[in-house]
């Protein structure tokens, strides 16, 4: 079976294995974080999976790491119902559900909103092991730490 992924709006991309989808939805986030360490403490580096990040619509499963959220939970959507799931529900593994932790720790520690340029490039990291964990069936989106809005058109 191939996987899709693509922005809402976006010409249907089919992937040559499920592999592929899911090395480059992971790679993503590696991606993001590194532009991040690059860009510095004024930019916000967003990442939706390689997918874009205006992907949270009324179909299909995202998870949403966000830095205003408790412990391990993400923001889940599922067909358009939002709720919230601890890590672990949505699939991830023991060493990602940590580096979750560590994230949010690190980002309270902080003393800003989101962290700063260091702690935004762990967020990314961590998002990259949700995407591995739960693979390309699962839009995993990072924006910043924020929750919403999840689309450019929405963002003041």
């Known amino acids: 079976m191939e996987r899709r992924l693509q922005p ?7 992937w040559p294995s ?5 090395a480059h939805a992971t790679e993503a986030f590696t991606l993001a974080a590194r532009v991040q360490l690059e860009l510095g403490d004024d930019a916000h580096v967003w990442c939706g ?10 179909q299909g499963i995202s998870a949403v790491l966000s830095a205003l959220r408790p ?7 599922r067909h358009g119902r939002r709720d919230s799931r601890a890590a672990r529900d949505v699939g991830a593994s023991g060493a990602t559900t940590e580096a979750i932790i560590r994230w949010r720790a690190l980002t309270e520690r902080e003393g800003t909103r989101f962290g700063n340029a260091d702690t935004r490039a762990l967020g990314l990291a961590a998002a990259g092991l949700v995407q591995a964990d739960v693979g390309a069936g699962v839009q995993v989106i990072f924006s910043s730490g924020h929750s919403e809005p999840y689309r450019q058109k929405d963002a003041s």
């Open 8 to 14: 809402l709006g976006e010409p249907d991309y089919a």
């Open 49 to 58: 999976a390689g997918g874009g990040i205006d992907t949270v619509t009324r």
């Open 71 to 77: 412990g391990t939970d993400l923001e889940s959507w």
């Open 18 to 22: 499920d592999d592929v989808a899911d």
